[in-house]
Nanobody
């Protein structure tokens, strides 16, 4: 099935930057879109940014102008460049992929294990 592996999380000071990576293994599946979500303690998981297979992107207002999602189709990898980080950005960040079997009809969501991002002085 679809396997997503995230990396790049860590501890950073306010105003700093981090780049998250998500490598997808999806043999036999067609991925139509990928996204980054985040979940802060006591909060529901929320969409941060998404990108379609065609390259169309969407970014949440809370990170607009600071975060950028991009992809490397050749390596089936999606990135999240995070600049001007704030303490409010502290959360576990999850990679998401919407995919279906090549000859199937229904699409399903697949999730990575998550990577911790902590913004603190």
């Amino acid at each position: 099935q679809v396997l997503l592996v995230e990396s790049g999380g860590g501890l950073v000071q306010p105003g700093g930057s981090l780049r998250l990576s998500c490598a997808a293994s999806s043999s036999g599946f067609s991925i139509t879109a990928m996204a980054w979500y985040r979940q802060a303690p006591g909060k529901e998981r929320a969409l941060v940014a998404s990108i379609t297979s065609g390259g169309s992107t969407n970014t949440a207002d809370s990170v607009k102008g600071r975060f950028t999602i991009s992809r490397d189709n050749a390596n089936n990898t999606v990135y999240l460049q995070m600049n001007s980080l704030k303490p409010e950005d502290t959360a576990v960040y999850y990679c998401n992929a919407r995919a279906k079997r090549v000859f199937g009809r229904a699409s399903n969501d697949y999730w990575g294990q998550g990577t911790q991002v902590t913004v603190s002085s």
